[in-house]
């Protein structure tokens, strides 16, 4: 006869159901959410959080980094912060709830709500794997967050920035953009947080129509205590082009998931990313590319930077389906690591079905050059500004690749603050 015991529930788990217990009556959404709710929750009290036994969560094990869950806060309320780029139109969702808002130009904007309590969230609260546990607990407790249109043809004038503010508890909210056929825009991301301890989950959902072109960079700016679970989940239509900037520099337990499906033929995606990791902070970048259609071209590029006892990871699967033919899909992902107590994980993947294709990944981890450094200081600057220096310029090589300049300002000046504290 087998015998099985039970599984010890943590004190992080039992915290989030009892968020879900004490929520569920003030949730938005129709009966039909309120089931997708509830499935969510009984997933996360059966499985528990995930172990390195998962797979997709091999590197970070969430059942042992996440100890304790923060209770809800009341007064976790922040006030919207100065945008990345002047003239931006702001969208803030502070504790969670979507603040009023327009946006110029001819762009559709509602709330999240909305669709929940109409029930026409449903269709979207599916999840990305049978693994995916940020689409679990973003689907059980979201409760706000915004819906973009941009019609076809159409330009947005002005970048539209959605700014995440949360300073203790929790928040879970949701977003989607839709950008039409021929449409231009450009969106920054910003989850910001505070001097509390804070859990926030955030799910972003972005279609890019045929012959659309759009701009994303998601800026992670939490506390040092935070944790952060985000998901972005992207469908390319035919000849569509993304530009996708990803910065983490915050936070002490962070994972960022990016689902991509390129969907329509031609289609072109530029991905980069830089991760700025000090303290003992956690923090995994995990990424799944589907090519699905011929004549695809894709660039990943990540830049790491580990200081302290902190622990990074980075997981790239790039997958090629048998009808897309001509794909060309390139990875790398970098890391400087500048202690000895630090470490970083890297998995990059391939996986091919396609015969007629150009693919390759690498991935390097690396000290800071000494015949670098011996240079500077032989000219008068201290160790720790050639240094500061040095890392500085690994970085910047992928962050000028952005051709804003006024982004390209405001996302060094933010790197620089960073590693002056960290550095």
Known sequence: MNMQSK????????????????????????????AIRNGFMDDIKFDGLPTRRVEAWHYTDLRNLLKSVPEDNANGASDAVAPLVDGSDVLVVSDGRAWDATISGDAELKHYREALNTGTAAHRMVLQSTDDLIGRLNGALAGDGFDLTVPANAELKRPVEIQVLQDGGQAHCRFSATVGEGAKGTFFERHIGGETDTLVSSITDLKVGAE????????????????????I??????????????A?????????????????????????????LGGDSHTD???????????????????????????????????????????????????????????????????????????AHGATVADIDENHLFYLRARGISEKRARSMLVNAFIAEIVEELEDPALIEALETRFENWLDHHG
């Open 248 to 276: 983490n520099s915050g936070g002490k337990l962070v994972r960022q998931e990016i689902n991509i499906k390129a969907k329509g033929e031609g289609s072109e995606l530029a991905l980069s990313g830089v991760n700025l």
């Open 285 to 359: 970048v995990t990424m799944v590319l589907d090519h699905l259609e011929p004549d695809c071209v894709s660039t990943e590029t990540f830049r790491n930077v580990v200081f302290d006892r902190a622990h990074g990871v980075f997981q790239g699967q790039i997958n090629v389906a048998q009808i897309a033919q001509k794909t060309d899909a390139r990875m790398a992902c970098n890391t400087l690591l500048l202690s000895d107590d630090g470490d970083f994980s890297a998995k990059p993947e391939l996986e091919i079905f396609a015969d007629d294709v150009q693919c």
């Open 212 to 231: 659309a072109q759009v701009f994303w960079v998601i800026s992670q700016e939490r506390g040092l205590s935070d944790t952060h679970f985000g998901q």
């Open 7 to 34: 599984r010890p529930i943590t004190a992080a788990e039992q915290a989030l159901v009892d968020t879900f217990v004490n929520r569920i009556d003030s949730l938005p959404g129709d009966g039909a959410i309120a």
């Open 233 to 246: 989940n992207i469908e390319l239509g035919a000849n569509a082009q993304l530009t996708l900037f990803v």
